[in-house]
């Protein structure tokens, strides 16, 4: 039988933050808005990491006026592959992997073909606001393609996969994972039918998924394992994201990483409202995590120091500390 109080206590016992707590007591409080252009404008994240001397994918170029777009097949043409996205999206949306051509039409990374009259087109669509936070007209970016590391091949569905960190006062507090799958059309998007992988933050080792609101073990394309994979450079990577919290100015984020198979890691995008699916990837909630930081904030014992917030993240948020392991389906 349903029983609410029953579900609102489980839910407290295991620390799940909701949408309303996450926004009263951390964007709202540890984010000030002043800052927030340094994550919701790409081109301008991009140049802070590059200034920071963090690995950001290459920048082809940048468009910004209608009369520009025609430039760009010029521009682009010694290059069989780009991704051309707008500078202010959110969610993945209008973002155009290109990793081919026959002719002068472009290939998509579903593998359809798309002419050069519709690449404008899309590219309009962009600069018009179309799939931009507020609607409000925005400039293009058209970047590398990230070539995904070979670690992904057997539980990937033709996207880039991506790892998302929590940074909580420059600490890593939890990660996932983010695979695509045939249902989300290659996107590393949870709500477009990824699935959310949790990760061990003491070893970058991965455990069970959720896709949808299914707890599981295999990619539902490749029927492969998703457990036991060790992402490597893990050690790098949540040095990498608690040096965000200084580049951002902002105390609650969500840093995304993909991984190159030649370049290595390399930061997608800061978020300054990341989702909360996280934490039913890793079968728990954040508030105890984040209740840990709060306490060495409330005794003046918070760390400058990157490197050292990444090695306190490791011996305090393990899965075999906590007791968070992630639990059976």
Same mark, same amino acid.
């Given at each position: ?14 620390? $799940? ?19 927030? *252009? ?15 001397? $963090? ?9 910004? +006026? ?23 999206? &959110? ?24 002419? @050069?009259? +519709?690449?404008?087109?899309?590219? @309009? ?11 409000? *007209? ?9 070539? !995904? ?29 983010? $695979? *695509? ?32 609101? +299914? ?21 790098? $990577?949540?040095?990498?994201? /608690?040096?965000?919290?200084?580049? @951002? ?22 978020? /300054? ?25 409330? /005794?003046?014992?918070? &760390? ?7 090695? !306190? /993240? ?16």
């Amino acid at each position: 039988m349903f029983n609410p109080f029953r579900i609102a206590r489980r839910l407290r016992e295991v620390g $799940l933050v909701g949408i309303g707590q996450r926004n009263a007591d951390y964007v709202l409080r540890y984010n000030p808005r002043k800052f927030y *252009p340094r994550v919701d404008d790409k081109l301008l994240t991009k140049r802070l990491a590059i200034a920071a001397g $963090l690995p950001v994918p290459e920048l082809y170029a940048v468009v910004r +006026e209608e009369h520009e777009i025609a430039d760009l097949h010029e521009q682009l043409k010694g290059r069989e592959q780009f991704v051309a996205k707008p500078a202010h999206g &959110s969610g993945g949306d209008g973002i155009l992997v290109v990793n081919g051509r026959r002719g002068d039409r472009y290939r998509r990374s579903n593998g359809l073909l798309m002419s @050069s009259n +519709e690449f404008e087109h899309h590219v @309009s669509n962009m600069l018009s606001g179309l799939y931009s936070l507020g609607g409000h *007209p925005d400039h293009v970016l058209i970047e590398y393609c990230v070539q !995904f590391d070979p670690i992904f091949d057997r539980i990937s569905y033709k996207g880039v996969p991506d790892i998302r960190i929590i940074v909580f006062q420059g600490y890593p507090v939890m990660a996932m994972v983010r $695979l *695509p799958t045939r249902m989300s059309d290659g996107k590393a998007n949870l709500h477009q039918g990824a699935i959310g992988v949790g990760i061990d933050i003491a070893t970058g080792t991965t455990a069970k998924g959720v896709w949808g609101s +299914e707890r599981i073990r295999e990619h539902p394309d490749t029927e492969n394992t998703i457990e036991g994979l060790a992402i490597p450079g893990w050690e790098s $990577l949540l040095e990498m994201a /608690a040096r965000c919290y200084e580049l @951002s100015g902002l105390g609650y984020i969500g840093v995304d990483f993909v991984l190159d198979r030649n370049l290595g890691p390399m930061i997608l995008e800061l978020n /300054a409202r990341p989702g909360l699916a996280i934490q039913i990837a890793n079968a728990t909630g954040l508030q105890g995590r984040l209740a840990r930081v709060q306490a060495m904030e409330e /005794a003046a014992t918070l &760390s400058r120091d990157p490197i050292a917030r990444a090695r !306190f /993240a490791q011996q305090e948020f393990a899965f075999r500390r906590s007791g968070e392991v992630p639990r059976s389906a």
